[in-house]
T-cell receptor, first 114, second 109 residues
């Protein structure tokens, strides 16, 4: 049981390049999330998916697109990277059952855009 | 002003000390979460509570719904407790969390 996995762990891009961050979970969770974490700021929601086939914008969606490929996988795409997208990106999945509500986070992707 | 605010931002302690981290929120939430971010970056959930108090080992979390305030206490702190502690609120009728900026705790031997 690997939990939430993310690839890559590190990435350096030049302005204007594109890339996709991959996320997968093996816990059969319906909800999945993409966050970014910047110094001095709390985690901010980019996009989320409440279930397979649905996606919704979060707080900071501009410059990003997502795909919920199936129940396991939720990818984040930067079409034309900008230096403002330099950040650490976390994927998470959510287990909500009875009185429990827990988010499980991936290890993060550290992205630098030059 | 952030909708979820934590204090202090930074905290240092000697091993064995009792630690308190505070979280105040100004939005309607159905539950309050405490998370721990290790120095290596990984984030794990510690507690989810909607009322009262929860305890896990040396960690205790409390919430006062009327005052919109939660605290995380660490008893007999240890250097391995050094981490960033983050509180987050589950927004009503959504699948979303809203996060505080975190409290960086360093515990020295």
């Amino acid at each position: 049981n690997a939990g939430v996995t993310q690839t890559p762990k590190f990435q350096v891009l030049k302005t204007g390049q594109s890339m996709t961050l991959q996320c997968a979970q093996d816990m059969n969770h319906n909800s999945m999330y993409w966050y970014r974490q910047d110094p001095g700021m709390g985690l901010r929601l980019i996009y989320y998916s409440a279930s397979e086939g649905t996606t919704d914008k979060g707080e900071v969606p501009n410059g990003y697109n997502v795909s919920r490929l199936n129940k396991r996988e939720f990818s984040l795409r930067l079409e034309s990277a900008a230096p403002s997208q330099t950040s650490v990106y976390f994927c998470a999945s959510r287990r909500s059952f009875a009185s429990t509500d827990t988010q499980y986070f991936g290890p993060g992707t550290r992205l630098t855009v030059l | 002003k952030n909708e979820v605010e934590q204090s202090p931002q930074n905290l240092t302690a000697q091993e064995g000390e009792f630690i308190t981290i505070n979280c105040s929120y100004s939005v309607g939430i159905s539950a309050l979460h405490w998370l721990q971010q290790h120095p290596g970056g990984g984030i794990v959930s510690l507690f989810m509570l909607s009322s009262g108090k929860k305890k896990h080992g040396r960690l205790i979390a409390t919430i006062n719904i009327q005052e919109k305030h939660s605290s995380l206490h660490i008893t007999a702190s240890h250097p391995r407790d050094s981490a960033v502690y983050i509180c987050a609120g589950s927004l009503y009728n959504t699948d979303k969390l809203i996060f505080g900026t975190g409290t960086r705790l360093q515990v020295f031997p």
